[in-house]
């Protein structure tokens, strides 16, 4: 039986009790993967599990105790191949039917469908809820995302292992994407050298690939937009590596940097290092956001900016621990892994920036990214 890659039942055991949880149920492929070592993600190496997910739902059930039982197609049979729960505990379904009536006999069984806390997550699909509420009106159903986001920011050194390595991999894609950038290559072949070095690599898929050329939107490439001249190619990628996801972002130039591109990039550059000084084991997430910001100010006071430290893992953005969009009021946890970016908006060029991939050491900031941060002229 394989070992788990970041689930460890003795803290989810604390945080089950954290939360006063009985028992927690995951339904969402990337909370079912990290408790059961499952390949239902979408970018797994044969989806199968995730596409035929419409008919045959995987679900994964948490006691108190942290032990695991998994709801699973009864067709796949290499189960012991990927998870660590125990074929004991494994229950086939064949139908949307059957896995609704295994998961209330299961629930029924385990007498926790009484006055007992059960956790579902947010996105849990409603059907699946609904049973659950008709079938046990006294039971106390709470939203456990908090509990899942608890477990998972703190990575294991396999999780680190594989964010590292999916770095890796975006960096060589960023590289080669940007050895092949020339006059007049069309975002659509770039976006091909992209993937093929993905793959080439050995990972499992991407996470995205964001690029822009100049003003284009850098949220819908591949549209036949030619390089042009002076025009900063900006390549934002994450790889998949065995499940774990990375994020990183490099601009090339062919020609000169226009000077406030030049500009932003030097502030923008030294803004991301301000916050990785920052960041240590028990400063809050909310402390260095606001120091950031009156750093940015003493730096340059025009424009649009952007400032983000999200957790990344399983997910490109698990959770914004820092952000425009909100944050978390929580301290840094060494095992920490988190994508720092930082953008100022330059007009002609759209945003200018650079994000990198780092874990927290029990003394600071490690990078994961070793690219050059400067943007690359050609």
């Known amino acids: 039986m394989v070992q788990p890659i970041?689930?460890?039942?003795?803290?989810?055991?604390?945080?089950?009790?954290?939360?006063?949880?009985?028992l927690l149920i995951a339904s969402t492929p990337v909370n079912v993967f990290y408790t059961t070592g499952?390949?239902?993600?979408?970018?797994?190496?044969?989806?199968?599990?995730?596409v035929l997910s419409n008919q045959y739902p995987n679900l994964a059930?948490?006691?108190?105790?942290?032990?695991?039982?998994?709801?699973?197609w009864s067709l796949y049979d290499s189960i012991e191949e990927f998870s660590w729960v125990s074929p004991s505990e494994v229950f086939r379904i064949g139908s949307l039917e059957a896995a609704v009536n295994t998961l209330l006999k299961k629930v029924e069984e385990w007498d926790m469908g009484g006055k007992k806390t059960i956790g579902?997550?947010?996105?849990?699909?409603?059907?699946?809820?609904?049973?659950?509420?008709?079938?046990?009106?006294?039971?106390?159903?709470?939203?456990?995302?908090?509990?899942?986001?608890?477990m998972r920011l703190i990575k294991s050194s396999e999780e680190i292992r594989r964010i590292?390595?999916?770095?890796?991999?975006?960096?060589k894609a960023i590289q080669n994407c940007m050895n092949a950038t020339e006059l007049n290559v069309l975002d659509t072949e770039l976006?091909?050298?992209?993937?093929?070095?993905?793959?080439?690599?050995?990972?499992?898929?991407?996470?995205?690939?964001?690029?822009?050329?100049?003003?284009?939107d850098p949220e819908a490439p591949g549209l036949g937009i030619p390089?042009?001249?002076?025009?900063?190619?900006?390549?934002?990628?994450?790889?998949?590596?065995?499940?774990?996801i990375s994020d990183v972002s490099r601009g090339v130039v062919i020609g000169e940097v226009p000077k406030k591109a030049r500009e932003a990039m030097e502030i923008m550059i030294q803004l991301q290092e301000f916050c990785v000084d920052k960041i240590k084991p028990g400063v809050k997430a909310q402390t260095v956001s606001k120091e950031a910001y009156t750093y940015l100010k003493s730096l340059s006071k025009r424009g649009f900016y952007l400032i983000t430290g999200h957790s990344i893992g399983l997910e490109c953005e698990e959770a914004h621990l820092f952000s425009p969009m909100g944050g978390m009021d929580i301290p840094f946890e060494e095992n920490m892994?988190?994508?720092?970016?930082?953008?100022?908006?330059?007009?002609?060029?759209?945003?200018?920036?650079?994000?990198?991939?780092?874990?927290?050491?029990?003394?600071?900031?490690?990078?994961?990214?070793?690219l050059e941060k400067n943007i690359m002229v050609k």
């Open 191 to 216: 976006l091909k050298v992209a993937r093929r070095t993905i793959v080439d690599e050995g990972a499992w898929g991407w996470d995205h690939l964001t690029m822009n050329i100049g003003p284009s």
């Open 120 to 150: 579902l997550e947010s996105y849990m699909p409603r059907y699946q809820s609904e049973a659950l509420r008709n079938k046990f009106p006294d039971a106390n159903f709470i939203d456990a995302d908090g509990a899942f986001l608890d």
């Open 38 to 50: 499952l390949p239902v993600l979408h970018v797994a190496p044969n989806p199968i599990l995730y």
């Open 227 to 244: 390089a042009t001249p002076n025009d900063i190619v900006r390549f934002d990628i994450g790889a998949v590596w065995e499940g774990y």
């Open 61 to 72: 059930l948490i006691k108190r105790n942290g032990k695991v039982s998994a709801l699973v």
């Open 337 to 370: 892994v988190l994508d720092i970016e930082v953008w100022l908006n330059v007009r002609g060029q759209g945003l200018v920036g650079v994000e990198d991939c780092y874990k927290i050491t029990n003394t600071g900031c490690e990078p994961l990214s070793s």
């Open 6 to 22: 970041g689930y460890d039942k003795k803290r989810a055991e604390e945080i089950l009790n954290k939360y006063d949880i009985d």
């Open 164 to 171: 590292k390595k999916s770095t890796e991999v975006a960096e």
